[in-house]
Nanobody, 121 residues
Framework: QVQLVESGGGLVQAGGSLRLSCAASTRTFSDYAVGWYRQAPGKEREFVASFNWYGSIHYLRSVEGRFTISRDNSKNTVYLQMNSLKPDDTAVYYC???????????????WGQGTQVTVSS
C-alpha cells in the first residue's frame, strides 16, 4: 500500500508559477511510476504528466513546455513545476503511483487526496 500526500496548490495569476509536491510513504519509491492528473469542475479527470521508474517521461500535449515533472527518490517525492499558468489549468491536481507504467490511458492504483490549483485571469 502506498500513501500519497500532495502539497503546493494555491491561487496564482495567469502567467505565474506553482510547484506541486507529492510525498510517498513507500520505501521502494524508486520502483514505482509516478504521475500527475487533474480534474476541472464539470470535466473528467485527465492525465497531465508521468515519470516512470525506468526513466521515461510523458506529458499532456497542452502542458508540454510549461510543466516539468521530476522526482527525488532519496526523498520519496515527485514534483510538478508549473510555469506560464493559464486559467484553463485551474483544477484539482492529483498525484498517482503504480508499480507498472503510467501513461495517458492507464489508471494508477494509488492516488493522493488532491490539491487545488486556481489560475486567475
Amino acid at each position: 500500500q502506498v500513501q500519497l500526500v500532495e502539497s503546493g496548490g494555491g491561487l496564482v495569476q495567469a502567467g505565474g508559477s506553482l510547484r506541486l509536491s507529492c510525498a510517498a510513504s513507500t520505501r521502494t519509491f524508486s520502483d514505482y511510476a509516478v504521475g500527475w492528473y487533474r480534474q476541472a469542475p464539470g470535466k473528467e479527470r485527465e492525465f497531465v504528466a508521468s515519470f516512470n521508474w525506468y526513466g521515461s517521461i510523458h506529458y499532456l500535449r497542452s502542458v508540454e513546455g510549461r510543466f516539468t515533472i521530476s522526482r527525488d527518490n532519496s526523498k520519496n517525492t515527485v514534483y510538478l513545476q508549473m510555469n506560464s499558468l493559464k486559467p484553463d489549468d485551474t483544477a484539482v491536481y492529483y498525484c498517482a503511483a503504480d508499480a507498472s507504467m503510467i501513461v495517458d490511458g492507464t489508471t494508477p492504483n494509488y492516488w493522493g487526496q488532491g490539491t487545488q490549483v486556481t489560475v486567475s485571469s
